[in-house]
């Protein structure tokens, strides 16, 4: 008897493993498993063997019988799944074709992008970010940043006048902001100014429109070695970790000591010479790129906001300017200013 | 300000390569634009010769066959040049010399005769522009001398880009000075340290006389007078050493004032004072609209505050900017009277910005010259007309003080604070050091120092933090600053405002909406108003006019973004792009704001306006109304044309959903009401409206401003900013509770006449719903036959809900016959 249960049980397992589909397992578990099968009647004819038997075959030809039905249930779902998926198949589409429609994408401008970036650098370093009138008057320009009328500092920097209004000019910089935000703010100070400047001048190098971010740091006991520390940071941040500062002195009307700042060329890691040999071209071999202007904010410029609690014997602190345009060009190798406001599409589209 | 090496090295020799010196100089404060090399690129191959023989060449008129002594032999030179004579001691390039430019001398055959080398002209060594007659050199000069040894061959000229407070760097001894600063090198003696001998007859006042009429214009005027002058060309030195400074040689008595001038940064001026009458000069301002003709051969038109130097004839120069032509030195000059002056540098820098007339002089007094300088350059020049033209010095100088200048500048130079403000410590020590170098007196006083301040830097230092910077610099500021960040009283806790974070979001949000960001010009033609159709009493059209504009077409500043859109789009039209989606985030520039916060809706605003609506920090407000704007203009469809459709060209609706969209991620409540602009579509144009206050308009630009512009069609909006984020309520919002009874929903057709507005009928049916309709949207429009003329059908989703309970159908009913009576008010009907 327990010879039989083994063959039966064999004879399926066989049969299970080799059925192609559903109807076909069906029929095997009604011939194996039905109420005609002949393990069901095994099971049904226990109660007539002999006692001794009993336990043995009962045992048998039930495990036999839940290993047959378990063995059934998961064919069926691997039949069920494969036929399913044949008909899915012949509901195939060509993946290679395009999204559609397609969703446009939007491009940043490289100036804004950016401004942007130079932003969120100063604020990690805890700076705010405001805001000044590109129309503006000659006194925050000029005047309460120590360019005092007649002084050949103005000279600097060409000016557009408003017509009939001659004390209304166009901001050659965005310094007047730092007048405007002392006067509205006590120290400690710690602000950024990005927007749009404008000097009359046009070439390959000049727009008579660009860009500039302008920072200001006033607090008590604040340094030149301050200075470099922020602008180290704010450069590594633009350019890269590895990034050297190089300081040299200069005149601006309203810092002293003034410096100019060159940063180490990131193309050539401040060699000047590429892999290949030949002279960088970004940095014309010299190793360092001039990136900015800053200094101590001049004790006159604090005189002219001394009523607002900036007492040059008490606070002091420092200022930079730096342009956007330049900046974006070094990062993107754009190679024309002009390229920054001509707009053309399929320039945008190449920034993401 | 060009310094040839050699002159320079004459004051103060640093010892080290012309390269390695201007480093230096860089990293100190002077800028060093370029090291030029006057003459040929090496003094090789380039000797002193004496013309044996000189014969009329075979074979070619103009040409002469020489034969040269050259120190070892003779040698035969054919030359071009008409003046070439036996016994000349002359200038000679040999083969393998290179001639500046680079190019390389061989011996070559001219017309049958081979010359071995070339007898050069001033201008063929750059030591002046003559190239009619060869260079004749002292004969006491031995043949075979390299010429190096009488000119400077290959000269080294540091190019330096002064920056304007530095005065005392416009000449080549305060160059020296700065040098001697930096490098510690020896200073060599002041070359003004010793008057020349006044061997002349009587005195100078007996032949000469000035009056000052404007003293306070003119603090100082100081002249010598000089008999016996033969005026002719400078010797060679001189001529070599003005031309490498970028001064052309023209006679010994002008090149010896221009020298001076070059050496000591202060300027002079020779008359020929046989041709002043009386030898009387006055200096005065000019009289409106007076006339005079300037040495540049041009007849200028002075106003009342131009300075003048005058005879009794009228004027004879222009103070401090340019001589003029009627007492000028010429080859039959004698007797000179040499003017060194002192110009208050305002009123040179206003004159000549005026006449649009900028000089070597000018351009040092306009940046206010001590008067302590005069004398230094009469010493110098004087010395000059003595040895090289043979003039005798009458004695006396004439010297009119006008304003008395102040005494030296002390000041105290506190240990403290030179550590103090920049955050390295420089020795006592070493301060005095680089102050004395440069030319201060300083003496310690404890930790601090009490420092005197020379003539030379009178007017740029002038206060302690000035000091500060003359230590930092010349100690080295890139070498010894320590690098640090603010510390105890650094900056806490930096970002953006919420306006400035909403700012973003909208641009993001617009790029996200497909739109490419663009930069476009503030500046714009005046004419652009009318080419909108913008009449001319609209605000619009009353731009900020620049006084001093780059070219007409941009002399306004805009007052709309549209027009750069509309500028964008057509370049790139043009180009071939046939699918725009451009906006702009930036400011428009009015003469007078428009009015603010308009309301269009029953809620009024009290947000403060801030930045973006021209409300700038600061105790003086902007002073025009600049506005920052949001606008978009589409051309051609929004998304591509595509294998499953779309491509449909963008009009109202797409770029309304674009607006629509935008104030949606900013959580702000928009509102459309239909509104004609000049410039759009009157069929198609809509105001827009923000959180109830009017922000500015959305449509289809009008077909005859696309024409203006060669487009086709365009659709745009343009908004104020302020109210778009004033109305913004994202990041504010405040939790609804969700769980609600079930709501039901109900779809109603309602025909009203076509000149309803799809508005009146949601807010209609909003209005009749009370509190129980939760929404009413627009699904579906129908105009047909069936309905009758001028009437449509809108078909509108209705969502009612209860907080408290599951609506009944007799709930719903009960609306749906109040918000049938409402519509019935607007001519409304619902059908079945
Ligand atoms: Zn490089």
């Known amino acids: 008897m327990l010879e039989r249960i083994e063959e039966i049980r064999a004879e399926a397992v066989a049969a299970i493993d080799a059925a192609g589909s559903s109807a076909e397992l069906e029929g095997l578990r009604v011939r194996y498993l039905g109420r005609k099968a002949e393990l069901t009647g095994v099971l049904r004819g226990i109660a007539d063997l002999p006692p001794e038997e009993r336990g043995e075959v009962g045992g048998v030809a039930n495990k036999a019988r839940k290993e047959l039905e378990a063995l059934l249930e998961r064919a069926t779902e691997a039949q069920d799944a494969a036929e399913l998926d044949s008909q899915l198949l012949a509901d195939r589409v060509d993946v290679t074709l395009p999204g559609a429609p397609p969703r446009p994408v939007g491009h940043q401008h490289l100036i804004a992008r950016t401004t942007r970036q130079i932003e969120d650098i100063m604020i990690g370093l805890g700076y705010h970010v405001a805001e000044g009138p590109e129309v503006e008057h000659d006194y925050y320009n000029f005047t309460a940043l120590n360019h005092p009328e007649g002084h050949p500092a103005r000279m600097l920097q060409d000016t557009f006048y408003v017509q009939s209004h001659p004390d209304v000019l166009l901001r050659t910089h965005t310094s007047p902001m730092q007048i405007r935000a002392m006067e509205t703010q006590p120290p400690p100070i710690f602000i950024v100014v990005p927007g749009k400047v404008y000097r009359r001048d046009s070439d390959a190098t000049h727009s008579p429109m660009f860009h500039q971010m302008e920072g200001l740091a006033i607090a008590e006991g604040l340094t030149l070695a301050d200075l470099k520390g922020t602008l180290l940071a704010m450069c590594q941040g633009i350019f890269g970790g590895e990034r050297e500062l190089r300081l040299r002195p200069h005149f601006f009307p309203f810092t002293e000591p003034s410096i100019e700042v060159d940063v180490s060329c990131f193309q050539c890691g401040g060699s000047g010479t590429l892999a290949g040999g030949e002279r960088c071209n970004l940095c014309k071999g010299q190793g360092w790129i001039e990136i900015l202007g800053a200094g101590m904010v001049d004790p006159n410029v604090l005189g002219f906001v001394e009523d607002y609690g900036y007492d040059a014997e008490r606070v002091q602190g420092f200022a930079f300017g730096l342009g956007i345009e330049r900046v974006a060009m070094l990062r993107h190798g754009v190679p024309d200013l002009r390229r920054f406001f001509d707009n053309d599409v399929r320039m945008l589209e190449q920034f993401s | 300000m060009k310094v040839p090496y050699s002159w320079l090295r004459e004051y103060c020799d640093p010892g080290v390569a012309v390269e390695e010196l201007a480093e230096r100089l860089v990293m100190t404060g002077s800028e060093v634009e370029r090291i030029e090399v006057v003459g040929p690129p090496s003094a090789q191959n380039f000797i002193v010769g004496k013309v044996l023989s000189a014969e009329q060449h075979p074979d070619a008129d103009r040409l002469r066959v020489c034969t040269v002594a050259d120190g070892e032999g003779e040698r035969t030179i054919v030359c071009g040049a008409p003046d070439v004579a036996a016994g000349q001691t002359v200038a000679v390039a040999l083969p393998g010399a290179r001639m500046p430019g680079g190019e390389k ?26 190239h009619e007659g060869i260079l004749v050199l002292d004969e006491a000069l031995a043949a075979g001398t390299p010429l190096s040894e009488v000119i400077p061959l290959a000269e080294p000229v540091l190019e330096i880009e002064v920056t304007p407070n530095r005065i005392d760097c416009f000449g080549v001894h305060g160059v020296a000075r700065e040098v001697h600063a930096i490098s510690a090198a020896p200073l060599a003696a002041d070359p003004w340290a010793e008057d020349v001998v006044a061997a002349g007859e009587g005195e100078a006042s007996d032949v000469a006389s000035v009056a000052v009429e404007v003293p306070e214009l003119c603090p100082r005027f100081t002249a010598r007078v000089f008999t016996d002058v033969t005026v002719g060309p400078s010797p060679l030195w001189l001529r070599a050493r003005l031309s490498a400074a970028g001064q052309r040689p023209i006679n010994n008595v002008v090149d010896i004032t221009n020298y001076a001038m070059l050496l000591t940064a202060q300027p002079l001026h020779a008359f020929d004072l046989d041709k002043v009458p009386g030898g009387a000069l006055t200096v005065r301002t000019a009289a409106e609209g007076e006339k005079m003709t300037t040495l540049d051969d041009v007849e200028r038109t002075l106003d009342a505050e131009t300075v003048l130097v005058c005879d009794e004839n009228g004027p004879t120069g222009i103070a401090g900017i340019m001589g003029g032509q009627v007492s000028e030195v010429s080859a039959e000059t004698t007797l000179v009277l040499l003017e060194v002056a002192n110009w208050n540098g305002t009123n040179i820098l206003r004159s000549s910005r005026r006449l649009g007339l900028r000089s070597e002089a000018s351009s040092r007094f306009e940046k206010q010259l001590h008067p302590e300088l005069c004398l230094r350059a009469q010493v110098v020049a004087s ?27 002390r000041l105290r130079l506190r240990g403290a604070r030179v550590s103090g403000l920049l955050g390295m410590e420089i020795a006592q020590s ?31 230092v002038t206060r302690e933090v000035d000091l500060i910077e003359e230590v930092a610099r010349v100690h080295g500021i890139d070498e010894h600053l320590p690098t640090t960040l603010p510390a105890a009283a650094g900056p806490v806790g930096g970002g953006l405002s919420r306006e400035q974070r909403l700012r973003r979001r909208a641009e993001d949000g617009l790029r996200d909406l497909g739109f490419d960001q663009v930069v476009g010009w503030s500046f714009t033609d005046p004419r652009e108003p009318a080419r909108l159709r913008i009449p001319f009493d609209d605000i619009r059209s ?79 407000a902007a002073p025009v109304a600049e506005l920052h704007r949001v606008a978009a203009l589409a051309v051609g469809p929004l998304g591509g044309r595509s294998w499953r459709g779309g491509g449909e060209t963008a009009d109202f609706f797409s770029v309304k959903a674009v607006l629509e969209a935008l104030a949606a991620q900013l959580g702000a409540e928009i509102a459309f009401a239909p509104e004609p602009e000049p410039f759009l579509h009157p069929g198609r144009a809509a105001a827009v409206s923000l959180g109830g206050v009017a922000a500015g308009w959305l449509g289809e630009i009008h077909p005859l401003v696309c024409r203006a512009w060669d487009l086709d069609a365009a659709v745009g909006f343009e908004i104020d900013a302020a109210p778009l984020l004033g109305a913004a309520g994202a990041g504010e919002e405040t939790y609804e509770d969700v769980t609600t009874f079930p709501a039901a929903y109900q779809d109603l ?27 009413a949207e627009v699904f579906d429009l129908f105009e047909g036959e069936q309905l009758g003329e001028g009437r449509k059908s809108l078909a509108l989703g209705l969502e009612f809900r209860a907080p408290d309970r599951t609506l009944t159908d007799e709930d719903v009913g009960g609306l749906r016959e109040a918000i049938k009576a409402a519509l019935e008010t607007i001519g409304g009907t619902l059908r079945e």
């Open chain 2, 430 to 460: 070493d301060q005095v050091d680089y102050l004395e170098r440069l030319g201060f007196a300083a003496e310690a006083d404890g930790e601090d120092l009490e420092v005197t301040v020379p003539p030379d830097r009178h007017y740029d």
């Open chain 2, 542 to 620: 009353s731009a900020v006019m620049l006084s001093n504009p780059l070219s007409e077409d941009q002399s306004a500043m805009r007052t709309m973004v549209l027009g750069s859109l509309l500028d964008v789009a057509a370049r790139n039209v043009a180009r071939g792009a046939d699918r725009l989606a451009l906006f702009e985030a930036a400011s428009v520039y009015l003469m007078e704001a428009p009015p603010t916060g308009r309301n269009v809706g029953t809620e009024t605003t009290n947000r403060p306006i801030g930045p973006l609506g021209g409300e700038f920090r600061g105790e003086r």
């Open chain 2, 749 to 775: 057709a309602v025909v009203v006449p076509t000149t309803v507005a799809a508005t009146e009928v949601r807010a209609t049916i909003l209005g009749a719903g009370g509190e129980l309709l939760h929404s």
């Open chain 2, 105 to 130: 001398l061989r011996t070559a055959k001219l017309r049958g005769v081979a010359s071995e080398g070339m007898i050069l002209a001033a201008d063929e060594l750059e030591v002046g522009e003559d």
């Open chain 2, 383 to 409: 010395k000059l007309m003595v040895e090289l033209c043979g003039a005798k010095l009458v004695p006396g100088t004439i010297d009119v003080v006008g304003v008395s200048w102040p005494e030296p500048t």
